[in-house]
């Protein structure tokens, strides 16, 4: 059958269900065959925008995100110009293809409301495994369409209007940036070529069996120490620093010498001040050789560190170079992914997976672009400063966390984990973003609101209903006989926090404010505008000044 029976427009019952007018030269539109549509295509990738990418190493010396200079491209790709895109989304996907398009099909034409309903549930559930298929290829160069498909959801580009399409056109595709934030198809890369660990989840057995991620972990691991031991070697550096000043200040001390009464040429005897230090030298010297001794045990564990680290690597990279891209993992991960997504809607959200004129309604700054998302982060850090810090071993650090971008219509980011159990030094922890939330700011304060509650959490272990921000919050809900779940109480009180009181709108209960100012600090610049607003963050402002005289802070 000629290929040219199906050059990319949809059935126009099928463009009008989902809200599009379908434009076309001819009036006789003809419904796609299977043995056209779904043939293996030979047509070669004409996408060069793709381009390996992978994970860097978390610089704990970066202090902040970069600033968003450009948030579009001025000239848009003609992706979804392409006659074919909906031939090529599908293409090669098999029997998973073809149930997708075939309950489209009765889902438009189904004409009694109680089956169209069970029809979009089926073709919810087919589209997902369809989509499991294309991940599977994420670690290849994937075609535009297939691209697309898993980054933004966008099935036939007819399913949106023009100016929508020309809006999705223009986002850049690259991650020019170099930041932990991810669209899918990037994500399910970087799982399947073992650059990125996959998600926690309770299935050990596939950790003890895939040699690849057990060594992945075993990395983790080793880097978690090789940081430990890098953070003990500086400040044990340091600490001999430091008392090496403090001997340089006592000898200058006992060098200084006045002249005897009446003979000025004589340098007078020791006083009894310059005689104390030679005491409060040796203890110095003694010191100092302790400190060496340490530096010396230190320096060894770091550079054995060093050494399994290199060796992990190798081994890594050579299981790679046998495996190729792990479908296992990719799989495993798909499956994290999906629940993730279920998460970011709720059980009352719409879980139509496919974007549509219908649903979408997002203005270009509240689609979940990356872009946007890091401009927000940003925002979120100017406020609330120490809300990436980590602290272990009495070293702070910050620590963005992984973004993934769920193209879902939900309204509420979570976070998957704080951190790589294997590695709480430098991992980063995961967070997930609906794509077309309707309020973003809101979609990434719960996410990091979630984020910052398993940290604190993590961090007070046994002791978290006791001790720190979970420990004073959840004695306050006690206090309260509050119903509901803990965490989602903290979350909608941060929310507060962040976009009132750091207006100086009160909105929160007094002690939860307490809480928050002592533990979530706003940045410097906020407390001294608002102390001047009120009474009230005036008391909390001196409270600060108390505690930094007190060195209780």
């Known amino acids: 059958m000629d290929d040219n029976n199906f050059q990319g427009e949809l059935d126009p019952e099928i463009s009008e269900l989902l809200g599009t007018a379908v434009t076309s030269s001819s009036s006789n539109i003809v419904v796609p065959d299977y043995d056209t549509l779904f043939e293996d295509s030979s047509e070669e990738d004409t996408d060069n925008s793709d381009h390996d990418s992978e994970e860097q190493e978390v610089n704990l010396q970066v202090t902040g995100f970069p600033e968003i200079i450009k948030r579009f491209e001025e000239q848009p790709h003609t992706a979804f110009e392409d006659p074919n895109y909906y031939k090529t989304a599908l293409s090669n996907e098999g029997n998973s293809a073809q149930r997708v398009h075939s309950i489209l099909q009765k889902y ?81 890369k970087l799982v399947g070529n073992g650059t990125i660990r996959i998600s926690t989840t309770d299935e050990v057995q596939l950790v003890k069996s895939n040699s690849q991620i057990q060594l992945q972990q075993l990395l983790d691991k080793a880097k978690g120490k090789l940081e430990g031991a890098r953070g003990l070697l500086k ?59 340490d530096l010396t045990i230190f320096s060894k564990d770091f550079f054995q560190a060093e050494e399994d680290v290199a060796t992990l690597q190798e081994k890594l990279a050579e299981e790679r170079g046998k495996t190729g891209a ?61 809300v990436f810090f980590r602290s272990y071993k009495n070293r702070v650090t910050r620590i963005a966390p992984f973004v993934i971008l769920i193209p879902s219509y939900g309204d509420t980011g979570i976070c998957w984990e704080p951190f790589d159990r294997f590695n709480r030094a430098t991992s980063r922890g995961r967070i997930a973003i609906p794509m077309y939330p309707k309020s973003l700011p809101i979609a990434l304060l719960s996410a990091v609101a979630d984020l910052r509650w398993q940290v604190a959490k993590e961090k007070a272990s046994y002791y978290w209903m006791e001790e720190g921000l979970t420990g004073n919050y959840y004695q306050w809900f006690s206090a309260r006989k ?72």
């Open 482 to 553: 509050l119903k509901g779940d803990l965490k989602d109480y903290f979350i909608e009180d941060y929310i507060t926090w962040m976009t009132k009181e750091s207006e100086g709108i009160q909105k929160l209960d007094k002690e939860v404010r307490g809480i928050f100012w002592r533990h979530m600090p706003f940045a410097p610049a906020i407390k001294e505008k608002l102390k001047n607003r009120s009474f009230i963050y005036q008391e909390l402002y001196q409270r600060d000044i108390n505690r930094a005289m007190s060195d209780g802070y």
């Open 108 to 188: 438009v034409n189904a004409k009694d409301l109680k089956d169209r309903g069970v029809f979009r549930q089926q073709l919810t559930t087919a589209y997902w495994d369809f989509l499991a298929g294309v991940a599977r290829k994420s670690a290849e160069k994937l075609p535009a369409p297939k691209k697309y498909l898993l980054r933004f959801n966008i099935l036939h580009p007819t399913f949106i209007d023009a100016e929508t399409r020309q809006l999705f056109a223009k986002v850049i595709v690259e991650n020019e940036l170099a930041q932990p934030v991810y669209y899918l198809d990037e994500w399910f």
């Open 235 to 293: 400040a044990k550096d340091q600490e001999r620093s430091n008392l090496e000043n403090a001997l340089t200040e006592r000898i200058q001390l006992i060098m200084e010498h006045f002249p005897f009464d009446g003979l000025p040429e004589i340098s007078a005897a020791y006083s009894d001040s310059q005689k104390r230090v030679f005491g409060e030298i040796q203890e110095l010297l003694k010191n100092m050789l302790k400190s060496d001794r």
């Open 326 to 386: 792990d479908m296992q993992a990719v799989d495993t991960e798909f499956g994290t992914i999906r629940q993730m997504a279920k998460m970011t809607i709720g059980r009352q959200g719409n879980h139509f997976p496919i974007l549509t004129k219908e649903y979408f309604h997002s203005t270009p700054n509240e689609v979940s672009f990356r872009e946007n998302v890091i401009s927000q982060l940003t925002r979120i850090e100017s406020i609330d400063p120490e």
